[in-house]
């Protein structure tokens, strides 16, 4: 990989942040102590990656020398420990699973308080969330493990112990403490909960108090003023006889069930109704002089006298 991939120096990828349900959010600590490059220190630089932090190793202005190198990195970290019921758990990604070359071999040496046993040991290799064991443990005594890949792991791929132990080995955080970081990891969920909770006691209000029932539906009903029928107000509204206030007394009679309007074959024809509704003394002229020859009348050019006959009916009477 010298002088293709690893030209300056070498990138660390540690994982910090984790995802949990509806989208909750969990970290562990990380502190950079040192770094070493065949025993001498090198500059570093930290930056943020996709899910926890980078180390960037080398000095951006030498090239590692051909041959092989050791890198040293030594770090605090915290918060990797699973409190349980009954027993607590270690999960420990070893190598992380950001290398962009394969490892020939990965070994861990997993040191603990003196006496300590590991229990139900289980060795992952292979991307996140793989569950091969291409590892073997190599010793076990109490307070140590020692654990090594039996393959090579290729890009992206890593070694992962997840291992338990008794109770009270480590202290366990208080449930206020526990509260604290849990708030601390997910400020900016709060906005988002506060505001889903707002909106939640607006919308109990308004169903409590009646407010967000739906008013009902407003129909608007238009009629003529008392005593005027619809050619009237629309003679009152053209100022003279036209066609539409001819047309507005059809609809009244029809309104009233004194006629029916009949449209067939591009035709229009009225037939006069017995009954219906009382109708001014106006309209009443009107219906006369429509139907003073029968009780149909065809809206067409052969039956003009009689069309003009009700119209002229209407004009003398307003």
């Not at 990989?1 to 990138?11: A, K, P, S, V």
């Not at 562990?28 to 630089?45: C, H, I, K, S, Y």
């Not at 605090?76 to 071999?105: A, K, Y």
């Not at 955080?173 to 505001?195: C, K, M, R, T, Y």
Request: hydrophobic share 40%.
């Amino acid at each position: 990989m010298l002088g293709t991939q690893i030209r300056h120096g070498i990138n660390r990828d540690f994982p910090t942040d984790y995802r949990g349900r509806w989208g909750s959010r969990s970290t562990t600590g990380f502190v950079l102590e040192e770094v070493r490059l065949d025993g001498d220190t090198v500059p570093t630089q930290l930056s943020r990656s996709e899910n926890g932090v980078r180390i960037r190793i080398g000095d951006p202005d030498q090239l590692v020398a051909p041959g092989i190198h050791t890198y040293t990195i030594r770090y605090l970290t915290w918060r990797q420990v699973s409190f349980r019921s009954e027993r607590d758990s270690l999960d420990w990604n070893v190598t992380g699973s950001g290398w962009t070359w394969p490892i020939d071999r990965a070994e861990l040496r997993l040191r603990g308080p003196e006496g300590l046993v590991w229990h139900d040991v289980r060795l992952f290799t292979g991307r996140p969330g793989s569950r091969a064991e291409d590892a073997l443990i190599i010793a076990q005594a109490p307070g140590f493990l020692d654990a090594v890949t039996t393959r090579p792991l290729s890009l992206h791929e890593g070694l992962t112990v997840a291992t338990f132990f008794p109770k009270g080995v480590l202290q366990q955080p208080s449930e206020l403490q526990v509260a604290a970081h849990w708030i601390g990891d997910n400020l900016a969920l709060f906005p988002s909960f506060l505001g889903v909770v707002g909106i939640g006691f607006y919308v109990g209000w308004l169903f409590l108090y009646g407010a967000a029932r739906p008013p009902a539906v407003i129909v608007p009903q238009f009629a003529p003023p008392n005593g005027f029928s619809p050619a009237t107000v629309g003679y009152l509204e053209d100022e003279r006889l036209s066609d539409r206030s001819f047309s507005a007394g059809i609809v009244g009679l029809a309104v009233a069930r004194h006629l029916k309007l009949i449209h067939g074959d591009g035709v229009y024809r009225l037939v006069r109704r017995q009954g219906g509704q009382p109708v001014t003394d106006l309209e009443t002229r009107f219906e006369v002089a429509l139907f003073h020859t029968g009780d149909e009348l065809e809206i067409s050019a052969s039956n003009r006298d009689r069309v003009a006959y009700g119209g002229q009916c209407v004009y003398l009477h307003l």
